[in-house]
């Protein structure tokens, strides 16, 4: 009898972890995104606030596009924002928006980013731009804070071995050049947002960002899958300072 109880307990919640997973896939197929990761920033957004209308932002792992659809849409045809990944879009890119393929630890990711911030950046030609050294842009770096962005998000995260301790500290690795790039490029009162893998290293990490931001939460969206380590670092208010 306590065999049958418990694999009865067993069948409803995979019934329930089932259910939740089709249901933000489908959601977000119905919606017009190409993943369920777009309900994370969504949840996220709505209880913190983190866009504004007009917002300029950085969405540094972006593919395949969830992210920025939604971004855009927040910032409006006044804002922009700037797409950065390793891997292809899966979406048409919206006017208000810039889609840089590359590595974040590129020697010259920050120099192609400040090339596609530059006034004659479109949509349509921002990697000719960031090649095209004729560009004058040598107006936007007059000390390393440059003050490009008033948010900057990271959904950056390596592929998982199963190995969860080795999972982290990649994970950490990104997360970390995210907040390096933040710190470089956010305006003072600027916002951040990053995912995490609870585990070694995580505690310290936060608190190198409560140095730099006046507000700093942990937040555990309901769209992440069930049994996952992963959680959101939502830091607001960046406390500008010029080296």
Known sequence: MRFFIESSKLKINMRYYLSQENFYTQKAKEEGYPARSVYKLQEIDRKFGIFQEGNAVLDLGGAPGSWLLYISKKVGPNGRVIGVDTEELKIELPANAIFIKKSVFDKDFLDTLIRCCHPEASSNEPKD????????????????????????????????????????????????????????????????????FEGPGVDDFIKQVKEKFKVVKRYHPQAIRKGSREFYLVAKDFIHSVP
């Open 129 to 196: 731009l960031a090649r095209d050294s004729s560009v004058a842009w040598s107006d936007l770096r007059m000390t390393q804070q440059y003050s490009i962005f008033q948010v900057v998000v990271s959904d950056l995260a390596p592929g998982t071995t199963g190995l969860h301790e080795k999972d982290v500290a990649d994970c950490l690795e990104l997360t970390q050049r995210a907040f390096e790039i933040a710190g470089q490029t956010l305006e003072a009162g600027g916002n951040f947002v990053c995912k995490l």
